[in-house]
């Protein structure tokens, strides 16, 4: 079993920052994917950005490419969500995931492990 902790929510005005954390721990396997997804009120879970633990290979929904960036420690387990020039449509629970595998996973359904959510508000 896996879990993940998400960390780092708040509120924050547009233009702003935030920083989100998500803490692995249990048993893993040698090769994890992990995945940020957002969910706003009566819409879809969305894709944000994924990373891998093998490699340096992030990747990003086009609606937060070159404001966000994610990044990996190994060493502690943990993956974290730069969020810069954030907008009000940012604003949603976000969450945290996993799944054994070196490739690259952009859906919900591609995700075995799933931490609780974090809110992030964006005011204008």
């Known amino acids: 079993q896996v879990q993940l902790v998400e960390s780092g929510g708040g509120l924050v005005q547009a233009g702003g920052s935030l920083r989100l954390s998500c803490a692995a721990s249990?048993?893993?396997?040698?090769?994890?994917?992990m995945g940020w997804f957002r969910q706003a009120p009566g819409k879809e879970r969305q894709f944000v950005g994924t990373?891998?633990?093998?490699?340096?290979?992030?990747y990003y929904a086009d609606s937060v490419k070159g404001r966000f960036t994610i990044s990996r420690d190994n060493a502690k387990n943990t993956v974290t969500l730069q969020m810069n020039s954030l907008k009000p449509e940012d604003t949603a629970v976000y969450y945290c995931?996993?799944?054994?595998?070196?490739?690259?996973?952009?859906?919900?359904?591609?995700?075995?492990?799933w931490g609780q959510g974090t809110q992030v508000t964006v005011s204008s």
């Open positions: 249990g048993r893993t396997f040698s090769s994890y994917a």
């Open positions: 990373i891998n633990w093998s490699d340096d290979r992030p």
């Open positions: 995931a996993a799944r054994q595998g070196s490739s690259r996973y952009y859906y919900t359904s591609d995700y075995d492990y």
